[in-house]
T-cell receptor, first 112, second 114 residues
Framework: QKEVEQNSGPLSVPEGAIASLNCTYSDRGSQSFFWYRQYSGKSPELIMFIYSNGDKEDGRFTAQLNKASQYVSLLIRDSQPSDSATYLCAVRTQGGSEKLVFGKGTKLTVNP | GEEVAQTPKHLVRGEGQKAKLYCAPIKGHSYVFWYQQVLKNEFKFLISFQNENVFDETGMPKERFSAKCLPNSPCSLEIQATKLEDSAVYFC????????????FGSGTRLTVV
């Protein structure tokens, strides 16, 4: 089982809709969870991180974490064409390593 | 500076040649990470440093890959005798506190082995 799994998509939503991106992870001891956005040909950019169960909101973005289900999601409200990118879920696992383990990403397209 | 600076942006090497990539972390960041991105999205962890010390090298193909972070110099990732499958974008990232708050990535070096 891969450590961090995401639906590769592509996910297509109309402008103004809510985009929902999902991620599951295998290491129950994982501590920190991150969402990165990567535009084509560019480097990943950190948009949200979450440590505790529940929701964390930042502008149009909401990260949701459920450690019992080993599930983390990202909601993008009022989606804009500029949100079209690949969204990478990353997890900091237990064990003392500071590395992040990345999922393969979900490609999101927001249609005007 | 406030960005992770990677050089060169593009590198083309013939199979069997050496490739050397450089990364200057954000000033004050003590952790440096190298990742390899192949097939567009798959990120593979290679190695991390805490200051000039190797912190985690579990992802490094030991035979041909090596990396260093020396004081007052950019960090480097070197690939001896490149192979076609080494073609990828190599990202460097830095962080002040390890992985706890995520990292800041550089713009990457695209290595093409022909």
């Amino acid at each position: 089982q891969k450590e961090v799994e995401q639906n590769s998509g592509p996910l297509s939503v109309p402008e103004g809709a809510i985009a929902s991106l999902n991620c599951t992870y295998s290491d129950r001891g994982s501590q920190s969870f991150f969402w990165y956005r990567q535009y084509s040909g560019k480097s990943p950019e950190l948009i949200m991180f979450i440590y505790s169960n529940g929701d964390k909101e930042d502008g149009r973005f909401t990260a949701q974490l459920n450690k019992a289900s080993q599930y983390v999601s990202l909601l993008i409200r009022d989606s804009q064409p500029s949100d079209s990118a690949t969204y990478l879920c990353a997890v900091r696992t237990q064990g003392g390593s500071e590395k992040l383990v990345f999922g393969k990403g979900t490609k999101l397209t927001v249609n005007p | 500076g406030e960005e992770v600076a990677q050089t060169p942006k593009h590198l083309v090497r013939g199979e069997g040649q050496k490739a050397k990539l450089y990364c200057a972390p954000i000033k004050g960041h003590s952790y440096v990470f190298w990742y390899q991105q192949v097939l567009k999205n798959e990120f593979k962890f290679l190695i991390s440093f805490q200051n000039e010390n190797v912190f985690d090298e579990t992802g490094m193909p030991k035979e041909r890959f090596s990396a260093k972070c020396l004081p007052n110099s950019p960090c480097s990732l070197e690939i001896q005798a490149t192979k076609l499958e080494d073609s990828a974008v190599y990202f460097c990232a830095s962080s002040p506190t390890g992985g706890n708050y995520g990292y800041t990535f550089g713009s990457g070096t695209r290595l093409t082995v022909v």
